[in-house]
């Protein structure tokens, strides 16, 4: 009997045996027909939504194009561009966090098409202008409006700085804000002292893109913008001179045709005469271009080569903006008037003087 009963307990293992491996042969071949599953933890309707984080510095061509990228949308991308270094951030005399790339690689470049350009825009200050906390939020809420990728470069005092800083935080513009300690007493020297910050800012930095230099109180043609993204070497324009209290209207820059410069002009045109140009209003050179009046591209302050320019040039570093106004009046054909004739005005100068007198009514309150 005990044989028997063995024999009836293999009998039985074996049955369950070879229906376990029939379930699972079944559950293999059906297995194979079923779809791939490319389900992960990021899957849903959220996960081609995720915020960009971490949009930088823009140093080189390779990181404008990623901002570009990053934000095809002009009030998005700007929204989300945090900003880049506070003025407690930032070393005297323009230093910086990133350290410049090598020659080799910037002469490595691919160039850029002209809507990829960076425009770096810089301004200087006065801590004697009482309207230019104003000044500096309609210029800001002007470069909002302009498409990426941009920069705003603002020099200030270190001892005005705190207020700015706080402002340019809150603008949604991609900015640096450089300061200085140096005490000046001639306006002129301070203004010439902060381009010069922000001009070797540049070029520690390496930073490729059309520089230009743009008044607090200046206006602009937000078409301005797209036109000096054209720029290969160095443009110049028209730039009119409004002056409130004397009530005049001054033109002052280049006479071109075919963006070919011909002679420079300085005009009243508010006087209430003829605006026509005659030869004796035509100049063959000016001293000296506006400031407002002329942009080209930073690589001209440090890769001098591709310029056709000897490597051994004089230490630029002190008088950056003097060096630039050289080598832009050395030969009016390197120059590309804006717009094509120069036979627009799109950038407006403000002049408002220091102390405007209050009207009449204002005088007589409180007089009996």
């Known amino acids: 009997m005990?044989?028997?009963?063995?024999?009836?307990?293999r009998i039985h293992l074996f049955k369950k045996a070879f229906v376990h491996f029939a379930l699972c042969f079944v559950m293999g071949f059906f297995t194979g027909f079923a779809p791939s599953s490319t389900a992960t933890l990021f899957s849903g309707p959220r996960a081609g939504k995720q915020p960009v984080?971490?949009?930088g510095a823009v140093v080189h061509p390779s990181p404008v194009k990623a901002v570009e990228r990053a934000g095809q949308s002009l009030n998005m991308s700007l929204a989300k561009m945090p900003r880049l270094v506070a003025s407690d951030d930032v070393p005297e005399g323009g230093g910086g966090d990133d350290p410049p790339p090598s020659m080799e690689l910037a002469r490595g470049r691919e160039p850029l098409a002209p809507s990829s350009r960076l425009l770096i825009i810089v301004t200087t200050t006065r801590s004697s202008d009482r309207f230019q906390g104003a000044f500096l939020r309609r210029l800001a809420h002007t470069l909002r409006l302009v498409p990426p990728p941009l920069m705003w470069i603002v020099v200030q005092a270190h001892d005005d700085a705190p207020a700015t800083a706080a402002?340019?935080?809150?603008?949604?513009?991609?900015?640096?804000?450089?300061?200085?300690?140096?005490?000046?007493?001639?306006?002129?020297?301070?203004?010439?002292?902060?381009?010069?910050?922000?001009?070797?800012?540049?070029?520690?930095?390496?930073l490729a893109g059309i520089i230009t230099f743009a008044g607090a109180s200046n206006v602009y043609d937000l078409q301005f913008f797209s036109e000096i993204r054209e720029i290969e070497a160095f443009g110049t324009w028209p730039v009119?001179?409004?002056?409130?209290?004397?009530?005049?209207?001054?033109?002052?820059?280049?006479?071109?045709h075919s963006s070919k410069i011909k002679g420079w002009i300085l005009k009243d045109v508010g006087d209430g005469k003829s605006s026509l140009?005659?030869?004796?209003?035509?100049?063959?050179?000016?001293?000296?271009?506006?400031i407002s009046g002329f942009a080209f591209n930073s690589s001209i302050l440090w890769?001098?080569?591709?310029?056709?320019?000897?490597?051994?040039?004089?230490?630029?570093?002190?008088?950056?903006?003097?060096f630039v106004h050289e080598i832009i009046l050395e030969d009016k054909t390197k120059l590309k008037g804006i717009p094509a004739d120069c036979s627009r005005i799109m950038v407006w100068h403000l002049y408002i003087p220091r102390a405007i007198p209050l009207p009449f009514h204002h005088q007589n309150q409180g007089k009996t």
């Open 2 to 9: 005990g044989s028997i009963d063995r024999s009836k307990k």
């Open 53 to 55: 984080n971490g949009i």
């Open 167 to 206: 402002m340019l935080r809150n603008t949604g513009v991609m900015y640096r804000h450089l300061t200085f300690k140096e005490n000046f007493t001639d306006p002129a020297a301070e203004a010439d002292h902060q381009r010069n910050v922000a001009l070797s800012h540049v070029e520690s930095h390496r």
């Open 240 to 256: 009119a001179m409004v002056s409130t209290n004397r009530k005049r209207v001054m033109v002052d820059g280049p006479i071109c």
């Open 277 to 290: 140009l005659t030869g004796t209003d035509m100049n063959p050179k000016p001293s000296k271009i506006n």
């Open 303 to 322: 890769d001098p080569e591709r310029w056709g320019r000897p490597t051994s040039l004089p230490d630029t570093s002190q008088d950056s903006i003097k």
